[in-house]
């Protein structure tokens, strides 16, 4: 088998073996590395808004991918709640069942429900990770990142800015001092030693 048969077989196998939910969270880690790092190259950008930019496209996926995981979580509890075989037969007969009755169309008909629950279930949790990813996507996420992106981005201006201050401020104090140490020093040299009232 050469090369890129190999290949071929192994994307198919991991392309078929994962849920929308894996996808979606492979696809927000790849973003939080390149898409920050794509900006930050942008040589017509100055570098702060390089920066800011960055961090809020880093803190966007950072947000989105446990949301992703989670959102999947809670589609495969779902979907193993609904791939049960009372979904799968009719309510007449899983009255029937429920009740006691152990008649062999009873049991039979239980038994057919449970073998199709099981065949269904990884559709079931594909689709429902499917809708999980979406809602996530178009409404958890946005609403999560508007919250908490404002007030982080927020602090970390404040910490630059409080920063930039009191690096100006150490400077112009230094500035400060050696304009007054140039000036003793100037004042020093041209002193002539005069006392008042000297001979």
């Not at 898409?35 to 702060?48: G, I």
């Not at 309510?91 to 038994?111: P, R």
């Not at 401020?169 to 000036?183: C, D």
Request: proline content about 3%; some cysteine; charged content about 25%.
């Amino acid at each position: 088998m050469g090369i890129k048969q190999t290949i071929e077989k192994k994307l198919i196998k991991f392309g078929a073996n994962n849920s929308p939910t894996f996808v979606a969270m492979s696809i927000a880690t790849a973003k939080g590395i390149f898409r920050p790092a794509f900006t930050m190259t942008d040589k017509k950008e100055n570098y702060e808004t390089k920066r800011y930019t960055a961090l809020r496209e880093g803190l966007t996926e950072v947000i989105a991918i446990p949301v992703y995981f989670l959102s999947g979580l809670i589609s495969k509890s779902i979907s193993k709640r609904i791939a049960v075989a009372k979904n799968f037969m009719s309510k007449k007969m899983y009255a029937k069942y429920k009740s006691g009755d152990k008649s062999e169309e009873v049991l039979n008909a239980f038994k057919h429900a449970e073998e199709l629950a099981k065949i269904n279930l990884p559709k079931i949790e594909s689709t429902s990770a499917f809708a999980g990813v979406c809602i996530s996507a178009l409404f958890l996420i946005p609403l999560i990142c508007s919250a908490t992106i404002k007030p982080i981005m927020n602090s970390i201006e404040k910490r630059d800015l409080r920063k930039k201050n009191s690096i100006e401020y150490n400077v112009k104090n230094l500035n400060t001092k050696n304009y007054q140490n140039t000036f003793k020093s100037l004042y020093s040299g041209y002193s002539t030693g005069m006392k008042v009232g000297g001979l």
